[in-house]
Antibody, heavy 115, light 110 residues
Framework: EVQVVESGGGLVQPGGSLRLSCAAS????????MNWVRQAPGKGLEWVAN????????YYVDSVKGRFTISRDNAKNSLYLQMNSLRAEDTAVYYC????????WGQGTLVTVSS | QSVLTQPPSASGTPGQRVTISCSGS????????VNWYQQLPGTAPKLLIY???QRPSGVPDRFSGSKSGTSASLAISGLQSEDEADYYC???????????FGGGTKLTVL
């Protein structure tokens, strides 16, 4: 069974950092684009970043460029999102999604940026 | 303001057919495939339609997608109470070099 499970969310102060992880199982992780998508409370979906199978192509939404870094470890079947200089507007549930079409999603991890 | 434009709400009665529109531009819908996602209350989104009109296994054929020019549509026939959810369209945008979503449409089954 395909599964992606996010972890690492929590409460952080503005300007702080957090690292999200996504553990993948049930499929050949190294064969798929992987993505982070977020959803602010009561709002719609917003794509954050994605990374190609070999990690050599990465794309980011403008609002996180220079602050967030997406990475992956194919040996560990894991996806990461390093988030620095966090702002209140980064508060959201962060989802990990498999594949170019986002075929499978995790349950999400909540990131709250507040003092 | 989302790059892709969807109506904020839609409604129908059980058994009815409803459509949800998604409007974009040449850099996104006009040149790339459109996907649709269903988000039931309190749950993670789920892929409903990919590549404009393809259904993943397990998605009922009551759901169908289409695309014409810079617009796309999701149609739901034989509406059921369990279809009450938020629906999002999405496409890659060649100008932004990123994925763009519609603002979402809340479907109510009356």
């Amino acid at each position: 069974e395909v599964q992606v499970v996010e972890s690492g969310g929590g409460l952080v102060q503005p300007g702080g950092s957090l690292r999200l992880s996504c553990a993948a199982s049930g499929f050949t992780f190294s064969s798929y684009w992987m993505n982070w998508v977020r959803q602010a409370p009561g709002k719609g979906l917003e794509w954050v970043a994605n990374i190609k199978q070999d990690g050599n192509e990465k794309y980011y939404v403008d609002s996180v460029k220079g602050r967030f870094t997406i990475s992956r470890d194919n040996a560990k079947n894991s996806l990461y999102l390093q988030m620095n200089s966090l702002r209140a507007e980064d508060t959201a549930v962060y989802y990990c999604a498999r594949g170019w079409n986002y075929e499978n999603w995790g349950q999400g991890t909540l990131v709250t940026v507040s003092s | 303001q989302s790059v892709l434009t969807q109506p904020p709400s839609a409604s129908g009665t059980p058994g009815q057919r409803v459509t949800i529109s998604c409007s974009g531009s040449r850099s996104n819908i006009g040149g790339n495939a459109v996907n649709w996602y269903q988000q039931l209350p309190g749950t993670a989104p789920k892929l409903l339609i990919y590549s404009n009109n393809q259904r993943p296994s397990g998605v009922p054929d009551r759901f169908s997608g289409s695309k014409s020019g810079t617009s796309a549509s999701l149609a739901i026939s034989g509406l059921q109470s369990e279809d009450e959810a938020d629906y999002y369209c999405a496409a890659w945008d060649d100008s932004l070099n990123g994925r763009v979503f519609g603002g979402g449409t809340k479907l109510t089954v009356l």
